[in-house]
């Protein structure tokens, strides 16, 4: 697809009003929170264990539920490099089928050991896959920090990691009940001074002061979903004059139980209060939305056309600046 054929907040807002799901995948987009291994169609895990998994529930109902499914059925799909490597490009090809031209795409910091592969190694595997796919998405890795791990225990695995040179962000995610985000602070200034963009996951399992607190602790660039800052007028207030972006996930919201549906969702009174918001798969896998699928959700959101195109636009602007493709 060409870009630039037609402006693409043109193409956009009429695929959005006329409710044509094929002409908004066909539109440029950006998934800036997703998981590596949980965004391959679940089909792959079914072909590397030779038997599906079963069909993951509309609603896990908490978090917990969430964990256990994954390591129940998909983590004994990662029985080594290839195994690995397949999961990747399935998931780096669903994103490029629906036409996404940028990808900040997490892999955890942890998965090297699991598949018994140094840092280096897992590293080439990767920019090995992101070069099959340059023509189409850019894909800029992420390095995935579980709270579970100890700091200490981070910090002697991420510098390896930050060597390479193929990482361009950093997000500290899994449960935010677990461990002290202040325990964290040097490890994110090690990853700024790589040059690295700072997120981290908050506002998803707990309220609008930890969305707060990470950002100011972590000096965040971006906040991984941040939707529960809605709850508090101060912290929204605050992320909009900082200019700090939420990355959301409706679909994923609403599976873990964080909203009661999506029309209930907080992200229209977010963006209204003047917060700059993305949109996002989380985990494809599991949840089985797409950016696309999202896109046309934000309208049960409330959102109108011009406003999810404005979402998209946030994303857009993510982009590094020399590949950045896309016009009107």
Same mark, same amino acid.
């Given at each position: 697809m060409d870009p630039h054929a037609q402006p693409w907040r043109e193409r956009l807002y009429a695929a959005l009003v006329s409710g044509d799901r094929e002409a908004v995948a066909r539109t440029p987009k950006t998934d800036l929170h997703c998981h590596a291994l949980l965004s391959a169609p679940l089909q792959v895990y079914a072909d590397i264990l030779g038997n +599906? +998994?079963?069909v993951p529930p509309a609603v896990f109902g908490s978090f917990k539920a969430f964990a256990d499914y994954i390591g129940t059925y998909l983590l004994p799909a990662l029985t080594g490099r290839e195994a690995v490597r397949r999961i990747i490009r399935a998931a780096f090809e669903h994103m490029a089928n629906d036409n996404i031209v940028y990808a900040?795409?997490?892999f955890d910091l942890l998965l090297p050991e699991f598949i018994g592969v140094e840092p280096e190694a897992f590293a080439e595997l990767i920019a090995e896959e992101c070069a099959q796919l340059k023509d189409r998405?850019? %894909? *800029?890795?992420? =390095?995935? %920090?579980? !709270? +579970?791990? /100890?700091a200490d225990q981070v910090e002697r695995r991420l510098r390896p990691w930050l060597q390479t040179g193929i990482f361009r962000s950093v997000d500290l995610y899994d449960d935010e009940t677990v461990g002290n985000v202040a325990d964290f602070a040097p490890l994110y200034r090690l990853a700024k001074d790589h040059g690295l963009k700072l997120k981290a996951h908050a506002g998803e399992l707990l309220g609008p002061e930890f969305v707060r607190l990470s950002v100011e602790v972590l000096e965040l660039d971006a906040v991984q979903h941040g939707v529960r800052a809605a709850e508090d007028s101060h912290v929204t207030d605050f992320l909009a004059a900082r200019g700090t972006t939420?990355?959301?996930? /409706?679909?994923?919201?609403?599976?873990?139980?964080? =909203?009661?549906?999506?029309e209930s969702h907080p992200a229209r009174q977010l963006h209204d209060r003047g917060v700059k918001l993305t949109v996002n798969s989380d985990d494809y896998t599991l949840f089985g939305a797409s950016v696309s699928d999202e896109l046309l959700n934000l309208q049960r959101m409330g959102f109108d056309a011009a406003a999810i195109v404005q979402v998209v636009a946030n994303g857009l602007e993510q982009m590094p600046q /020399? *590949? !950045?493709a896309t016009s009107g």
């Open positions: +599906p +998994p079963p900040e795409i997490s998405t850019i %894909i *800029a890795p992420e =390095v995935g %920090i579980a !709270r +579970p791990l /100890p939420l990355h959301v996930c /409706p679909t994923s919201n609403y599976s873990l139980g964080v =909203v009661d549906s999506l /020399p *590949a !950045r």
